[in-house]
């Protein structure tokens, strides 16, 4: 939890201008947002009881939830609710209707299938980086090494089902070093191959280095060489309208500013 916030008024709508960067936000309505706290009144609403629904990648789910509660405390009256899933899987709620007004994604794909269905204007913004890491359950009885270590029948493999972000990037790694993997259990997302690991249930897995950082202690990690690591782009983006729509750039701006920033590094996460 950030040691102090500061309280601003957030203009109404129609006062904002509406222009973002890819490099950055631009002066206009982020730029005003960037260090804000909501007081919807000065619209002419009440933040009583007011819901934002956030849809983040379950990769997020330690380091969102520390946000939201951030969040919440500087804007009093404020309900957000946090939906973690798999990219794709939140992907497909979105398209198929459920609500949401802020979508963070671990991959550029399910973002781009979503802002292009839903607001195709939008811009949405790269907050956070990660890599993987080989997680392995604690004490390592498996004697587990490296990359080549998937290619062990032997052993009890785990990765991510290839449809989500940290399945996808698990098989570009394991390619990239020419490495076929035994996978005997493939998981919805890192969350759920994460706990299989640290039940002992599986040898090892890949995962994000925050995984293993956030597990404290309960996995170990083995490094994947820089050469075929990859990396994980987050973007983030506002899909709200209406009453909606300043609370959710809000909570964007928040997650891109210096205060949202902090939380991030604490996790772990590379900052673009």
């Known amino acids: 939890m950030v040691a102090s916030q500061r309280r601003y008024v957030v203009p109404c709508m129609d006062q904002w201008q509406s222009s973002f960067s890819l490099g950055g936000l631009t ?40 946000i939201e509660e951030a969040f919440e405390e500087a804007n009093p009256g404020v309900d957000v609710e946090m939906n973690f899933a798999g990219s794709s899987r939140l992907k497909e709620q979105i398209l198929e209707g459920a609500p949401v007004d802020v979508f963070a994604s671990a991959n550029a794909e399910a973002m781009t299938a ?41 052993l009890f493999v785990g990765l991510c089902i290839a449809a989500v972000p940290c399945g996808q990037y698990a098989h570009q790694t394991l390619r990239s070093a020419g490495v076929v993997p035994s996978v005997d259990s493939e998981e919805p997302d890192v969350r759920a191959l994460l706990l299989k690991i640290e039940l002992g249930e599986l040898d090892l897995g890949i995962v994000y280095i925050t995984d293993v950082i956030g597990a404290a202690g309960s996995v170990e990690s083995a ?11 987050y973007p983030i983006v506002s899909l709200a309208a209406g009453e909606n729509q300043a609370v959710a750039d ?10 949202g920033r902090q939380i991030l590094a604490s996790y772990g996460f590379e900052l673009p």
């Open 27 to 66: 002066l206009g309505r982020a730029a005003i947002l960037m260090s804000m706290v909501i007081v919807m009144s000065a619209c002419g609403s009440s933040t009583s009881d007011q819901q934002l629904v956030v849809s983040a990648a379950a990769s997020l789910a330690g380091v969102f939830t520390e």
């Open 114 to 154: 979503v802002t292009a269905a839903i607001l195709p204007d939008s811009v949405p913004q790269v907050f956070a980086l990660n890599s993987l890491a080989i997680a392995v359950p604690a004490g390592n009885s498996a004697g587990v090494a490296g990359l080549d270590d998937f290619a062990d029948p032997q």
């Open 250 to 259: 809000a909570f964007v701006a928040y997650v891109l500013s210096d205060m």
């Open 223 to 233: 490094a994947i060489p820089s050469l075929h690591n990859t990396v994980a782009t």
